[in-house]
């Protein structure tokens, strides 16, 4: 019955003139928002977490880099599995397991199983991510899909707007457990999308997983996450000191291993593209920079400046608005003229933005204190993420479309991971000041990097 529900509704888009691309680029929309939003809103409920369960600070970063690690570690692991088993099937079955586990996350009885739960979140998310974005690369015509992945930013924006300001007044009106419900009807609604619009691929029996590979990228992220979460707080044990030493050792090994393996994670031949390895290293520093601001800014303005979750939701709405409305002509003059001075100069208004926001305190007022900021920062990421994207994935070839977004979807969530980590580093006391100028940093050396490597033709 719900298959023939799916392919009625199919039908009647279709007769209303909604082609298959578009039903395609929608799938590719809700599919990575739900993964999106189980990121950045949970950033709004840290403060009602930590009051529910009674925890400090370390355990509210290891919330939200609980969901970061599965996330980063597993996504190449997601990429390979939809390139093996078909984009369509892995869509659809991390789509539905997404939603199981978001209610499950929504009935945790303590901190430790809030962040049990969440890992396990981030392990569909990493199956889900790759594969959404993958299909705008394999499933569309060659001269739609720049154009589509400008449009992907612009809705996945407009989402994102949405989310966190009815994700945080959902937290007011109720509890933080509201955030998880909340993404049950994006999930149910990207189900219905992929299973009417995406087409049936073959699976390649001959393709293997590296489980090897898989391991080794998990206890390289483990371990420095852990060392440096738990370290500052434990004034830096021997164990934790060791935890970082082996999780290098591990990427140590990941990399000799990958360049052996019969059917690596990486393929390393995708490097050999000016463009793919400079854009991913832009990509790594500017969504180190995006997700340990986005982490700081919406918990210290409640905790600090009094806002609500709500107000803070609400924040970075202009953020989602330019985003949603020039992301789409970005796209179009970025695939015309080069998306090189786009990802250069886009980098350093988010820096400037965030520095604005550096002088955050009880007596910050939206008007003066926080919305010049955030629309710097808004113009930073309107000129960057949609030629970042569009030029990641027009970097390697379609058969390898899975693995070249697992790659950029994963070094995007390994950023967040990693700056939300450091974030403790100079102690809680100063955690915001040492936080927000790592970021400005890192948005810098993103856009250093676009303007050093990045050409505007292919290649």
């Known amino acids: 019955m719900a298959s023939l529900a799916v392919t009625s509704i199919s039908e009647t888009m279709r007769r209303f003139g909604i082609s298959a691309h578009f039903l395609i680029i929608a799938a590719a929309i809700l599919g990575s928002s739900v993964v999106m939003l189980g990121e950045s809103v949970v950033s709004l409920a840290l403060p009602s977490i930590g009051k529910s369960f009674q925890v400090p600070f ?200 990958e360049r052996r393996a019969s059917f690596p994670l990486i393929d390393f031949e995708l490097f050999r593209n000016r463009n793919f390895s400079a854009t991913n290293g832009a990509t790594l520093l500017l969504y180190a920079a995006f997700g340990g601001f986005g982490f700081l800014f919406s918990y210290f303005l409640q905790t600090v400046s009094g806002f609500s979750a709500t107000a803070a939701g609400a924040a970075f709405l202009p953020v989602s608005v330019m985003l949603g409305i020039a992301s789409g002509q970005v796209g179009k003059y970025a695939s015309r003229i080069g998306p090189r001075w786009f990802m250069s100069l886009g980098p350093l208004f988010c820096a400037a933005g965030m520095l604005t926001l550096l002088p955050l305190g009880p007596q910050t007022t939206y008007l003066a204190g926080v919305l010049p900021g955030i629309l710097l920062f808004g113009v930073g990421l309107t000129l960057t993420v949609a030629p970042l994207t569009a030029t990641a994935l027009n970097s390697a070839p379609d058969e390898k479309s899975g693995i070249a977004s697992a790659i950029n979807n994963g070094v995007a969530s390994a950023g967040p991971l990693i700056a939300i980590a450091l974030l403790g580093l100079g102690g809680l006391e100063h955690v915001y000041v040492l936080g927000v100028w790592i970021c400005v940093v890192l948005a810098v050396l993103a856009g250093m990097v676009s303007l050093a490597f990045v050409r505007s033709a292919a290649g």
């Open 58 to 257: 370390t355990s509210l970063q290891w919330v939200a880099d609980g969901y970061n690690l599965t996330l980063a570690s597993c996504i190449l692991f997601g990429g390979s599995l939809g390139d093996i088993l078909g984009l369509r099937r892995v869509y659809l079955w991390s789509a539905c397991a997404f939603l199981v586990l978001s209610l499950v996350c929504a009935f945790a009885w303590s901190a430790l199983t809030l962040i049990l739960f969440r890992a396990l979140l981030g392990v569909a998310g990493a199956l889900l991510t790759p594969v959404s974005l993958a299909v705008l690369n394999a499933q569309l015509p060659k001269d739609l899909r720049t154009p589509a992945v400008a449009y992907w930013t612009a809705a996945t924006s407009i989402v994102l707007a949405i989310g966190p300001l009815v994700g945080g007044y959902l937290v007011d009106l109720s509890s933080w457990r509201a955030i998880f419900l909340f993404n049950v009807p994006l999930a149910l609604i990207a189900i219905a999308l992929g299973y009417a619009a995406l087409k049936k691929g073959p699976a390649h029996a001959n393709l293997r997983i590296d489980w090897t590979g898989a391991i080794l990228a998990f206890l390289f992220l483990a371990g420095l996450t852990f060392g440096l979460i738990e370290g500052p707080a434990n004034h830096w044990p021997v164990p934790m000191i060791a935890a970082i030493v082996v999780g290098l050792a591990c990427f140590i090994v990941f990399l000799w291993w």
